[in-house]
Nanobody, 134 residues
Framework: QVQLQEAGGGSVQAGKSLRLSCTVSGSISSRQCAGWFRQVPGNKREGVAAIRPDGQTSYADAAKGRFTIYQDNATNTLYLQMNSLKSEDSALYYC????????????????????????????WGQGTQVTVSS
């Protein structure tokens, strides 16, 4: 059974950077995609970034130009590098894994500038809190 564990959250000032990591226990099929989502209490979960099996990445509008998703296959770790953080980036951040279709859905939503809640992703971590103070 695949398990995901996030780390790297914390409290930072606006303009600073954080790098989130997601360690995968078990193995994710090379055909699966992975992504980062975030949620603020009272709001729906929203997709931030995803990476597909072929390495293609997708970003929500709020993340473009500031966040980078990448993975280290040797250590089975997914990362989200977040630069130029803003107070509106404060949220609980989750990593998730899903079938190929999940990545396609993610990309389709980002290309349409629409929010995606990740319904097609199947495995989720517990989340790591990011708080950005202005």
């Amino acid at each position: 059974q695949v398990q995901l564990q996030e780390a790297g959250g914390g409290s930072v000032q606006a303009g600073k950077s954080l790098r989130l990591s997601c360690t995968v226990s078990g193995s994710i099929s090379s055909r699966q995609c992975a992504g980062w989502f975030r949620q603020v209490p009272g709001n729906k979960r929203e997709g931030v970034a995803a990476i597909r099996p072929d390495g293609q990445t997708s970003y929500a509008d709020a993340a473009k130009g500031r966040f980078t998703i990448y993975q280290d296959n040797a250590t089975n770790t997914l990362y989200l590098q977040m630069n130029s953080l803003k107070s509106e980036d404060s949220a609980l951040y989750y990593c998730a894994a899903g079938p190929r279709a999940a990545g396609i859905f993610f990309t389709a939503h980002t290309e349409a500038h629409a929010r995606y809640s990740g319904e097609e992703f199947e495995t989720w971590g517990q989340g790591t809190q990011v708080t950005v103070s202005s």
